[in-house]
């Protein structure tokens, strides 16, 4: 399956910067690859810097293959065909914005630990639905209940949701608390476990929406069952283009 061009109506807004040693990247050039550091990353693309010289003959729409290595030194180089969308010169160097392209091969290399540097903060949020096409419906234990509180998922991303509540739902939320919610999700086989960090909560027209975050602090879970739900947001996302 193959990502969406990108376009301003479907972008990936956010991007990470890469710390100090923990991202590499080999751009292979007609002379030859050349090892530069990333600059940043995001689910749709990578900035990097290049010499003058080293850049010249590249141009918006080249092509390149990029080799990166990322995050713990042990996990595999990822290849990736990438498109230049952007040149910024600066003296004797030139900033290079590229997309990737075929993202679905690029996530299939990626190990547990990478995923973070992908997915931060969601780049991709769909309105999810279940098997019946119905909006997805999920629940937690809100504090001071015993009932289990349940929700429609407004919209969903790999880093986080977002949910409705009807004003006559009772229940305790302060900024940072942790919730465990369960859920599942279309072709996954068992429930989805999830510890969410509250984030931020709106009133529209009387219905409340918050927002939460996967907490990664949960332990490595977390991070496997947030790949599981990117690619389920791919798909949907998929689906929502074709119409």
């Not at 969406?4 to 050039?29: A, D």
């Not at 599942?184 to 510890?195: A, I, N, R, S």
């Not at 009387?206 to 332990?219: C, H, K, L, P, S």
């Amino acid at each position: 399956m193959k990502l969406p061009i990108f376009s301003p109506e479907n972008r990936s807004t956010y991007r990470v910067s890469i710390p100090e040693g923990q991202g590499m990247l080999w751009v292979g050039l007609s002379a030859g690859p050349v090892k530069v550091r990333m600059d940043d990353v995001s689910s749709r693309g990578c900035g990097f810097t290049l010499g003058a010289e080293e850049a010249a003959g590249l141009a918006e729409g080249s092509e390149l293959v990029l080799r990166m290595k990322i995050g713990d030194p042990k996990a595999p180089q990822l290849f990736i065909r990438s498109e230049i969308r952007s040149l910024r010169s600066e003296g004797e160097l030139v900033h290079i914005g590229a997309l990737f392209k075929e993202c679905d091969r690029l996530y299939q290399q990626l190990d547990v630990s990478q995923w973070r540097y992908f997915n931060r903060r969601g780049a991709f949020r769909v309105p999810p639905v279940n098997h019946r096409g119905e909006p997805l419906r999920a629940s937690f234990y809100a504090k001071g209940s015993e009932e289990r509180v349940r929700f429609t998922v407004n919209d969903l991303s790999s880093s986080g949701l977002a949910i409705r509540l009807s004003g006559s739902q009772e229940y305790q939320l302060s900024e940072t608390q942790c919730v465990r919610s369960t859920f599942e999700l279309p072709g996954v086989p068992d429930p989805l476990d999830l510890q969410l960090r509250f984030i931020h909560r709106t009133f529209i027209k009387g219905v409340e929406r918050i927002g939460f975050m996967i907490d990664m602090r949960a332990t490595a879970v977390a991070e496997v069952q947030s790949e599981t739900i990117l690619r389920y947001v791919m798909e949907r996302q998929s689906q929502l283009l074709r119409g």
